[in-house]
Nanobody, 126 residues
Framework: QLQLAESGGGLVQPGGSLRLSCVVS????????IAWFRQAPGKVREGVSC????????DYARSVNGRFTISRDNAKNTVTLQMNSLKLEDTGVYSC???????????????????WGQGTQVTVSS
């Protein structure tokens, strides 16, 4: 059974850092593109970052570019989102998602991803 499990969320002050992990099971991570999405209360879900199955090509939302870094370790079935210089507006529930896509590109459209984790809460507050 294909599953994704996020961890690493929490409460952090503005300017701080968090490291989110997405551990996958039930499928070979190497054949899937993975993306992170977030949703704040009352707001539309937003694509944050993604990484392709081939060549580890990445993409980022403008709002996080230069502050967040996505990476994958297929041997450990894990995709990581390193979040630095966090801002109040980064608050939300962060979810990872997967799609079987053997290309050297990825997209930040939620409807492209059929498999989702439950999410982990990130709260940036002073």
């Amino acid at each position: 059974q294909l599953q994704l499990a996020e961890s690493g969320g929490g409460l952090v002050q503005p300017g701080g850092s968090l490291r989110l992990s997405c551990v996958v099971s039930g499928f070979p991570l190497s054949k899937y593109a993975i993306a992170w999405f977030r949703q704040a209360p009352g707001k539309v879900r937003e694509g944050v970052s993604c990484i392709s199955a081939r060549d580890d090509v990445t993409d980022y939302a403008r709002s996080v570019n230069g502050r967040f870094t996505i990476s994958r370790d297929n041997a450990k079935n894990t995709v990581t989102l390193q979040m630095n210089s966090l801002k109040l507006e980064d608050t939300g529930v962060y979810s990872c998602a997967a799609v079987p896509r053997l290309f050297n590109s990825c997209v930040l459209r939620g409807r492209e991803y059929p498999y989702w984790g439950q999410g982990t809460q990130v709260t940036v507050s002073s």
